[in-house]
């Protein structure tokens, strides 16, 4: 698989290998983090969620890893399969804070066939 | 169940106009959420409402931008005398709004072209 950081803004991936999507934040007082998944024309769907007190989750084909050290997020994407492409956004949002999600920029995963 | 929806799905309009996007959230939710996307971007909060709370608006980029929920379930952004730096896609998004660490589910979003 590949990784790559959120200021590439595209990965591309054989269909079958596994995907790794990387995201940093920069406030240390968030602590629920989540993943979602953007198609083309669609509003962005949830993936998977984290809280602070995780350092690990797993779900369906996707894992996400928090290390708070160094506030970075990864997504990983097992077996990527063609309806993986998309653009995955990562968002946090601090306790107390109502919810309010501060998203970063995306990346665009493209699965080659 | 039904998702959340949105209306309209495309929005063309001439700068100076007033526009209205217009939001159904999950039924249930006591929260939702705008936000805006501008191409290639992610997504700028705009607005916040929690059942019978102050919405926080703190996202809201000028006075000509306003928003509001009528009986705790449809929303409904108003866009006042729009410029073309307002073309975006507006995402609405609904949660249960529990303990405010809950999971937000979004509409498909209105594009919102100001020409």
């Known amino acids: 698989g590949e990784s790559v950081g959120l200021h590439l803004p595209t990965l591309s991936v054989q269909e079958g290998d596994n995907s790794i999507i990387n995201c940093a934040y920069s406030?240390?007082?968030?602590?629920?983090f989540i993943w979602y998944k953007q198609e083309s024309g669609k509003g962005p769907q949830f993936i998977i969620d984290?809280?602070?007190?995780?350092d690990k989750r797993q779900g369906q084909r996707v894992t996400v890893l928090l290390n708070k050290t160094v506030k970075h997020l990864s997504l990983q994407i097992a077996a990527t399969q063609p309806g993986d492409s998309a653009v995955y956004f990562c968002?946090?949002?601090?306790?107390?804070?109502?919810?309010?999600?501060?998203f970063g920029k995306g990346i665009t995963l493209s699965v080659r066939p | 169940g039904a998702g959340v929806s949105q209306s309209p799905s495309n929005k063309v309009t001439e700068k100076g106009k007033d526009v209205e996007l217009r939001c159904d959230p999950i039924?249930?939710?006591?929260?939702l959420y705008w936000y805006r996307q501008s191409l290639g971007q992610g997504l700028e909060f705009l607005i916040y409402f929690q059942g019978n709370s102050a919405p926080d608006k703190s996202g809201l980029p000028s006075d000509r931008f306003s928003a509001e929920r009528t009986g705790g379930s449809v929303s409904t952004l108003t866009i006042q005398r729009t410029q073309q730096e307002d073309s975006a896609v507006y995402l609405c998004a609904s949660s249960l709004g529990w303990g405010g660490l809950d999971t937000q589910y979004f509409g498909p979003g209105t594009r919102l072209t100001v020409l």
């Open positions: 984290i809280r602070s007190n995780m």
């Open positions: 968002a946090e949002t601090p306790t107390g804070a109502n919810s309010k999600l501060t």
């Open positions: 406030n240390s007082a968030s602590d629920y």
């Open positions: 039924s249930g939710h006591t929260a």
